[in-house]
Protein backbone atom coordinates (compact mmCIF):
# COMPACT_ATOMS: atom_id res chain seq x y z
CA UNK A 1 0.00 0.00 0.00
CA UNK A 2 1.09 3.65 -0.51
CA UNK A 3 1.20 6.68 1.36
CA UNK A 4 -1.49 9.28 0.82
CA UNK A 5 -0.43 12.47 -0.16
CA UNK A 6 -2.19 15.89 -0.12
CA UNK A 7 -2.57 17.72 -3.55
CA UNK A 8 -3.43 21.45 -3.83
CA UNK A 9 -5.18 21.63 -7.33
CA UNK A 10 -6.24 24.82 -9.75
CA UNK A 11 -8.19 23.70 -12.63
CA UNK A 12 -8.83 26.52 -15.22
CA UNK A 13 -11.30 26.64 -17.93
CA UNK A 14 -12.93 28.81 -20.41
CA UNK A 15 -16.84 29.75 -20.27
CA UNK A 16 -18.27 28.33 -23.60
CA UNK A 17 -22.11 28.30 -25.23
CA UNK A 18 -23.04 29.82 -21.95
CA UNK A 19 -27.09 30.75 -21.99
CA UNK A 20 -28.71 33.88 -21.20
CA UNK A 21 -30.33 32.29 -18.69
CA UNK A 22 -27.17 30.86 -17.24
CA UNK A 23 -24.87 34.10 -17.98
CA UNK A 24 -27.70 35.78 -15.79
CA UNK A 25 -27.76 33.48 -12.93
CA UNK A 26 -23.31 33.47 -12.59
CA UNK A 27 -23.70 37.38 -13.08
CA UNK A 28 -25.67 37.16 -10.01
CA UNK A 29 -24.03 35.09 -8.11
CA UNK A 30 -19.97 36.62 -9.15
CA UNK A 31 -19.58 38.58 -5.91
CA UNK A 32 -19.99 34.76 -4.08
CA UNK A 33 -17.20 33.89 -6.61
CA UNK A 34 -14.35 36.29 -6.51
CA UNK A 35 -10.80 36.59 -5.88
CA UNK A 36 -11.32 36.70 -1.94
CA UNK A 37 -13.47 33.94 -1.65
CA UNK A 38 -11.14 31.39 -3.00
CA UNK A 39 -9.88 28.32 -0.92
CA UNK A 40 -8.66 25.02 -1.24
CA UNK A 41 -11.33 22.78 -0.66
CA UNK A 42 -12.55 18.89 -1.35
CA UNK A 43 -15.52 19.99 -2.72
CA UNK A 44 -14.08 22.74 -4.78
CA UNK A 45 -13.80 26.55 -5.04
CA UNK A 46 -14.97 28.07 -8.01
CA UNK A 47 -13.81 31.94 -8.89
CA UNK A 48 -14.36 34.21 -12.18
CA UNK A 49 -15.42 37.85 -13.02
CA UNK A 50 -17.93 39.35 -14.89
CA UNK A 51 -16.57 39.52 -17.76
CA UNK A 52 -17.70 35.63 -17.95
CA UNK A 53 -14.19 35.08 -20.21
CA UNK A 54 -12.56 32.26 -18.05
CA UNK A 55 -12.81 30.59 -14.91
CA UNK A 56 -11.09 28.25 -12.04
CA UNK A 57 -11.57 25.72 -9.38
CA UNK A 58 -9.41 24.99 -6.36
CA UNK A 59 -9.49 21.57 -4.96
CA UNK A 60 -7.67 19.55 -2.58
CA UNK A 61 -7.08 16.01 -3.39
CA UNK A 62 -5.70 13.70 -1.41
CA UNK A 63 -4.35 10.46 -3.34
CA UNK A 64 -1.61 7.54 -3.36
CA UNK A 65 1.43 9.45 -3.63
CA UNK A 66 2.71 6.75 -5.98
CA UNK A 67 -0.04 8.25 -8.85
CA UNK A 68 1.50 11.17 -8.39
CA UNK A 69 0.81 14.60 -9.35
CA UNK A 70 -0.77 13.83 -12.72
CA UNK A 71 -3.52 11.42 -11.37
CA UNK A 72 -4.28 14.41 -8.80
CA UNK A 73 -4.99 16.61 -11.81
CA UNK A 74 -6.97 14.16 -13.26
CA UNK A 75 -9.29 13.69 -10.28
CA UNK A 76 -9.64 17.25 -9.80
CA UNK A 77 -10.69 17.66 -13.66
CA UNK A 78 -13.20 15.57 -13.16
CA UNK A 79 -14.48 16.55 -10.36
CA UNK A 80 -15.04 20.30 -11.84
CA UNK A 81 -16.65 18.56 -14.96
CA UNK A 82 -18.90 16.59 -12.75
CA UNK A 83 -19.89 20.08 -11.03
CA UNK A 84 -19.93 22.21 -14.40
CA UNK A 85 -22.02 19.47 -15.55
CA UNK A 86 -24.86 19.48 -12.92
CA UNK A 87 -25.17 22.89 -13.02
CA UNK A 88 -25.74 23.00 -16.56
CA UNK A 89 -23.07 25.48 -17.49
CA UNK A 90 -20.79 25.35 -20.61
CA UNK A 91 -16.54 24.94 -20.82
CA UNK A 92 -13.88 24.07 -22.57
CA UNK A 93 -9.93 23.96 -22.48
CA UNK A 94 -9.64 22.52 -18.73
CA UNK A 95 -6.15 22.40 -18.08
CA UNK A 96 -4.88 21.85 -14.20
CA UNK A 97 -1.78 21.91 -11.67
CA UNK A 98 -0.94 20.20 -8.74
CA UNK A 99 1.02 20.91 -5.94
CA UNK A 100 2.04 17.89 -3.82
CA UNK A 101 2.06 19.52 -0.42
CA UNK A 102 3.90 16.60 1.51
CA UNK A 103 6.88 17.31 -0.27
CA UNK A 104 6.66 21.11 -0.95
CA UNK A 105 9.53 22.23 0.32
CA UNK A 106 9.17 25.91 2.45
CA UNK A 107 11.83 27.86 2.48
CA UNK A 108 11.73 30.35 5.67
CA UNK A 109 13.74 33.40 6.00
CA UNK A 110 16.55 33.35 8.74
CA UNK A 111 16.76 35.90 10.97
Do not use: C
Not at 54 to 73: H, T
Not at 77 to 96: F, M, N, Q, V
Amino acid sequence: MSDQHTYRVIVRGKWDGLTPGSRAELLAEVDEHGLSQLKFTPEGSLAYDTALHSFSYRYVIVSDAADGEEMAAALAEDKAETALRAAGLGYRDLRSTATDMDTMKINRKSR
